[in-house]
């Protein structure tokens, strides 16, 4: 019947024929009781800097044997994290795991007659998204041991232990932070509004309750343009997201705006206060369509930043397009009727009747 020592201590020939010696301690599966998670472990990733042997320890007859981990450490550390491990019906974030230092160290103390060793583990974690990993937590642990010459199973059972202690740490800390910490975010929700916002000398914010009036143009007017009345209108997108029950919440604030130190007029009439009531219209609709666009998109939880920010320019492009088919069609105002047309046309995009608009558009494109 071969001893213990037997399944621990392999022995490897060399080309000259010297015969070496190791210990080979192995990463146990299943051994402990599995942790149920939300998550899944992915893979490990072996960073340590010395790949070598983790370090050495003595056996019976007081030589040092080095010490190495069965198999591939990223494999049987891999191995390790998945079996022991109970995945729940909604875990959908992946972990990768990189080992950053693994040592062993042994000495043996004349007064006790044992050996005493310590083990140390250092582990990075992190979460796997479509981008580069996001680092998570670190784990540093250490364990002490003694045992006798005879009980050279007492270091493998440190090391599974360390490593079950890291997966612990880990599963405490992540449950703390599943509802809070946006890279472990499950879903995401989009929240637009629209502020009631105070117009002030600086800036008149779109209320359909309050058309334009003159006193609104305050900027001196061009003398070498060929126009009546200028205005300057745009609008604004501004975003902050929250977590909330561990969902990513982004709240989208959208304003409609005219500049009155940018806006000006020579000779204030009804007829030309209405064209330039129609550009601030323009913008109305173009922010209303942005806010269909987004209500109706499928945004990502990894690229809704990207698809908000997309959105945006899209909107901001098809407002200048507008704006200029508007001054060309109705000749920038000296035709009435092309005027009337576009008054028509306006105040049934307003209503949320957008097939005109999109016709004008869509044979742009073309």
Sequence with gaps: MRSLFAFLVCFFFSLSGATAQRVILHLVPGAQ??????????????????????????????????????????????????????LGDSATKEIQVRVFDLVLKENYNPETKLYEGELELALGFFVIGSFDPVHLLDYAGAIQYQRSGFRMNRVEEVLNRLFYNSM??????????????????????????????????????YQPDRPLVWEDFRA????????????????S???????????????MEISVYML????????????????????????????????????????????????????YLDAYREMNRLQELYEKGVNHGLDQEGQARWNEWIDEALAGDWRRIEGLLAALRR
């Design 168 to 205: 612990v740490y880990f599963d405490t800390w992540i449950k703390g932070q599943s509802l809070s910490n946006r890279a472990l975010a499950k879903s995401f929700r989009l929240h637009i509004v629209e502020p009631e916002l105070v117009s002030t000398a600086d800036k008149v914010y």
């Design 33 to 86: 009781p599995a942790l149920p998670t939300e998550y899944r472990y992915r893979e490990v990733l072996d960073h340590r800097i010395d790949k070598g042997p983790i370090g050495e320890v003595y056996e019976r007859a007081g030589q040092k044997l080095p010490v190495v981990i069965a198999g591939d450490l990223q494999e049987s550390a891999r191995d390790f994290f998945r079996g022991n491990t109970q």
């Design 220 to 235: 001196r007017p061009n003398p070498g343009s060929r126009n009546n009345a200028t205005i300057f209108t745009s609008f």
């Design 237 to 251: 997108l501004q975003g902050v997201s929250l977590m909330d029950s561990g969902s990513v919440v982004q709240t």
């Design 260 to 311: 009155p130190h940018q806006s000006w007029v020579k000779t204030p009439s009804a007829y030309g206060l209405n064209h330039e009531q129609r550009h601030f219209d323009l913008v109305r609709i173009v922010a209303d369509r942005l806010i269909h666009r987004l209500e109706n998109m499928d945004l990502s939880l990894d690229f809704y930043q990207a698809q908000i920010n997309e959105a």
